[in-house]
């Protein structure tokens, strides 16, 4: 997205009321050296009922946004309408939009390593290519997640990814891989509908 807003000399203005840039995506320091990290006030739905709870008790009026999550793949799809080159979350599960040669590759690769019994990863890069692949490691695994956290993938450890990353059901998504876009996109609307819910402080 950088490179497209560069090429295409796309005039960006980002207004900021505080003294600092960042609005809520900083970390602040307070007078005894605590550094809070601050962050949209968003919640999903939480799998820990106290806290739903207690945030159902705390806020009475909620503000419920559709989530819509995509991601930018135009260096693999490259097609001449600019939404066309998003596809939606989790990307393990979007592979039936991506070109020919990509797709079947990444699906060819899930296929042969859901053979493999033992497995044993001792990093996230280890993980998410025993996982799904090279390739869908190298075209967005791997970008997205060290842009994401700041670190290669190899100084990350995959405790963690077992529960928190979308695996795939290959059945279903070897069948999705023949439909086409159009046939695709439909089937995406017939999906549930998740909502972020957002409490406004004015």
């Not at 596809?87 to 599960?93: G, L, M, T």
């Not at 692949?133 to 970008?143: A, H, M, N, V």
């Not at 999705?176 to 089937?187: G, V």
């Amino acid at each position: 997205m950088e490179d497209q807003i560069i090429k295409e000399k796309i005039q960006v203005v980002i207004l900021e009321k505080e003294s600092e840039v960042g609005g809520l995506a900083k970390s602040i320091s307070d007078k005894r050296g605590f550094t809070w990290d601050l962050g949209v006030h968003i919640t999903g739905g939480s799998k820990y009922l106290k806290f739903t709870h207690m945030m159902h008790k705390t806020i009475k009026d909620w503000n419920s946004v559709p989530r819509r999550v995509k991601a930018y793949m135009g260096h693999i799809i490259n097609d001449g309408n600019p939404e066309n080159n998003y596809v939606p979350y989790p990307v393990q599960e979007s592979i039936p939009y991506f070109p020919k040669d990509v797709k079947n590759s990444s699906l060819n690769e899930m296929k042969e390593l859901s053979n493999v019994k033992e497995k044993f990863n001792e990093n996230f890069a280890e993980f998410t290519k025993s996982t799904f692949g090279s390739t869908l490691q190298e075209i967005f695994i791997r970008p997205y997640n060290e842009k994401v956290w700041t670190v290669p993938l190899e100084e990350m450890n995959s405790d963690w990814a077992s529960s928190r990353v979308p695996h795939v059901e290959l059945n279903k998504l070897e069948l999705r891989c023949q439909m086409d876009r159009e046939q695709l996109n439909q089937e995406e609307k017939t999906k549930p509908q998740s909502n972020f819910k957002l409490e406004f402080s004015l």
